[in-house]
């Protein structure tokens, strides 16, 4: 707790903490603990610990967001796989700099969902996925502008990796035209390509999908 209270006032400029109340402070920290705790060596290291944390990453958020809805095990982990492989590739993407993690991850768990169909993942489930986004962000988090070109980017992220055409037709069986129509209506993930990893799964439908958000243009139609 020092450490942390140490290390923001550094940080703060007499505007936000005159220079009195900056000494009150440090006083109450010296008389409640030791010049020691302070100045010395254990204090520095734990104040130069404290900086170096690193944010929660968008990975995180995701694993975050999944334990506050009521999902079932194979869906919650095909949803890990699939929406962290759209956030692999994000983390190369110079377009994603600047993006909150917390965005980039509520984008691909929607990018997912919105790939899978009832038998994986059933109406309540997707409901209670949808009300933790909502809830722990917010509607325009979840509606807004800047949550559907997080979405758009990631799909593109997808569809510009080059996948071999012999890696696509082993993964998964979209080359005829009526297979690609059946992905478009149903929105539904082949069994087979979810079997073969998260990035056939994106791979195979990314094309389609984006074409079917641009036509619907939101989640739930």
């Known amino acids: ?3 942390s209270i140490l290390n923001t006032i550094r940080l703060m400029g007499r505007a936000l903490l ?3 109340s900056r000494c009150s402070l440090i006083l109450a920290l010296v008389e409640h603990g030791s010049n020691r705790l302070i100045y010395g ?5 734990t104040r130069d610990k404290l900086l170096n944390l690193q944010p929660p990453t968008a990975v995180a958020f995701v694993r975050h967001f999944l334990a506050l809805a009521d999902l079932g095990e194979r869906a919650k982990n095909l949803i ?5 492989a759209q956030i692999e590739n994000a983390i190369t993407n110079y377009d994603f700099v600047g993006t909150k993690p917390s965005l ?3 984008a691909s768990i929607l990018n997912t969902i919105r790939l899978m169909g009832r038998a994986l993942l059933p109406d309540g ?3 209670s996925l949808i009300l933790a986004l ?4 917010s509607n325009r988090l979840i509606y807004g502008k800047d949550m559907k070109e997080t979405r758009d980017k990631l799909l593109n992220t997808v569809r510009e990796k080059e996948v ?3 890696q696509q037709s082993a993964a998964c069986e979209v080359s005829s035209p009526s297979a690609l129509k059946y992905f478009q209506e149903n929105r539904a993930a082949s069994p087979i390509c979810v079997e073969k990893g998260p990035t056939y799964f994106m791979g195979s439908v990314a094309s389609s999908f984006s074409n079917a958000l641009q036509v619907g243009g939101q989640l739930w139609s």
């Not at 909502?134 to 962000?137: L, R, S």
């Open 1 to 3: 707790a020092a450490a």
């Open 18 to 20: 005159p220079d009195g």
């Open 41 to 45: 060596k254990d204090m520095k290291e």
């Open 80 to 84: 890990i796989e699939v929406s962290g």
């Open 104 to 106: 980039v991850a509520a």
């Open 125 to 127: 489930s997707r409901c």
């Open 134 to 137: 909502v809830e722990h962000g």
């Open 164 to 166: 071999s055409n012999e």
